[in-house]
């Protein structure tokens, strides 16, 4: 990295090959099979030091067809300790008013096929104005032809997903196919404002939801965008205590205590559950379509000041959309969760893949998740982590059924798959973010991780692992969970060996 340094060019020249994006840094492989493999593929990670991402392409500024000058610029540097893509300038409606940073998708002079893939992934922050990406396959002949999404930005770091689906077709016959994708654009358009978007990773990612599977009318409407005909719909005039979900998904989207009688012919709601319901411009210029923010699927539209409500809002919504959970049936879920008592253990001991690995397949364990813990900085990326700067550790968080194993139990298995008399380091993984440590939750877990020690240092090891009170636990990114289960895999640097 070089800190506090920006490198400005019209074009950014493209990194070399990385195998998958769920590798980053660890596993590098080459060739086709080794960027198809894995949980997602980086684009990416704008690194100076190059080795990451696909190995041909670059970004360049487009220029309008119309006009030789070049709007706004494309920088590559460090922004909040990231190294990322910059993308600003003074953007117009006017014809060539537009700021389009694009990057080749051609590999070996064919199209990247990302058929295996949900979507595009980014990690971007941008100053609360609303941008796009655009796609182009080999169905998009000329310059007016694409495909577009667009996102909002809040002045934060966001990781932002957009599904295939939701790329919709400008001045292009067919839907988006994404086994022949050409390019991939960054745009910043439509009005008059200032551009400033950070892009730190950008990438393809792959679905991990199973949905429930659609009829022909639901997958008209949730998946290409339709309508249902008004007065129809069953929740149109339904008003039990409870809450709506997404048909599609399952994730709860409004409350009934939000829902109002507008006669318009579809449900009306005048607020949702807050981060429920993502919205974006409609292809049609003047109506905000609203869409579920976990799966993508279409819901309807959203109307302000029509002075229904105080709120002032009216969420427009096809009831073939949504599904009713009555205010008895959540309570009974919720009892259920609480019911079935679990218990939680922080453990540490290099590459988090191969922890989650052992602990995944331990009688009695009932989740796992990969993530950081023991460091300085807050909601820490991969990237940051790898640095060795933030102080955090790659730990795994295990969830338990103390009826079915114990802390102890776990943490013997801890011991028993790693090198615990290594320091910062485990194999060919160095660093501190590789250290062994167990961060323990209470009393008794420090209690028993000492025993533990103690009896390491009796039957003679020189014991560097780290018992540490346990911080705030911050989950790592989709692409790292499950990582072997998903490449049917096995860890590189842990090994099992009976030591208690």
């Given amino acids: 990295m070089h800190a506090n340094r920006w490198v400005c060019a019209v074009v950014i020249v493209g990194v070399g090959l990385y195998a998958a994006w769920a590798g980053l840094g660890k596993a590098v492989e080459t060739g086709n099979a080794g960027w198809a493999t894995g949980a997602g ?19 360049e500024i487009v220029r309008d067809p119309g006009s030789r000058a070049v709007v706004g610029k494309v920088e590559s540097g460090e922004h909040d300790g990231r190294t990322s893509l910059h993308v600003s300038g003074a953007v117009s409606p006017n014809p060539g008013g537009a700021i389009q940073a694009r990057r080749s998708l051609i590999i070996r002079r064919r199209p990247l096929d990302a058929h295996l893939y949900g979507g595009v992934r980014l990690a971007a922050k941008g100053n609360g104005e609303t941008y796009a990406l655009q796609l182009r396959t080999k169905d998009t002949r000329y310059p007016k032809q694409y495909y577009q999404a667009q996102f909002a930005t809040d ?53 991990q939801t199973m949905y429930r599977q659609l009829t022909p009318e639901e997958e008209r409407v949730i998946i290409h965008k339709g309508t249902e005909r008004p007065f129809t719909g069953k929740y149109e005039k339904h008003f039990e205590k409870g809450v709506y979900t997404c048909r599609r998904c399952g994730a709860e989207l409004f ?83 609480v019911e079935s008592k679990t218990e939680r253990a922080l453990f540490a001991s290099g590459c988090f893949w191969g922890t989650e690995y052992y602990f995944k397949q331990a009688p009695g364990v009932l989740s796992t998740t990969v993530g950081f813990t023991g460091g300085r900085v807050e909601n820490p990326t991969y990237k940051q982590v790898t640095t060795g700067r933030t102080g955090h550790a790659e730990t795994t968080e295990v969830i338990y059924d103390p009826s079915k194993t114990s802390y102890e139990q776990l943490a013997k298995l801890f011991f028993e798959t790693h090198d615990f008399t290594q320091v910062n380091r485990q194999g060919p993984d160095i660093g501190p973010q590789y250290r062994s440590a167990i961060f323990y939750l209470n009393d008794e877990q420090k209690q028993i991780a000492e025993k533990l020690v103690e009896q390491l240092k009796q039957k003679g090891f020189n014991v560097k692992t780290e018992i540490t009170k346990a911080g705030t636990f911050w989950p790592a990114e989709d692409y790292h969970q499950d990582y072997y289960e998903k490449t049917q895999g096995t860890p590189y640097c842990h090994i099992y060996r009976k030591i208690f």
């Fill in 41 to 59: 593929l980086l684009i990416d990670d704008f690194d100076p030091s190059g080795g990451k991402g696909l190995t041909e392409g670059r970004w």
């Fill in 155 to 207: 002045g934060t770091w966001q990781e932002i997903k957009l599904p295939f689906r939701s790329f919709v077709p400008a001045s292009a016959a067919r839907q988006l196919n994404p086994a022949e994708l050409m390019s991939i654009t960054v745009v910043a358009a439509g009005k008059e404002f200032n551009a400033d978007l950070h892009i730190d990773e950008i990438g393809l990612y792959r679905e």
């Fill in 255 to 337: 409350e009934s205590d939000s829902k109002f009688r507008s006669d318009c012919g579809w449900p009306s709601f005048d607020d949702q559950i807050p981060g429920a319901v993502r919205k974006q411009p409609d292809p049609d210029g003047m109506r905000i379509e609203i869409l579920c923010n976990n799966c993508g699927g279409h819901l309807g539209h959203v109307f302000v000041g029509e002075q229904l409500t105080e709120k002032n809002t009216r969420y427009c919504v096809n009831s073939i959309s949504m599904d009713f959970m009555s205010a008895e049936q959540r309570q009974a879920q919720a009892e259920a969760k």
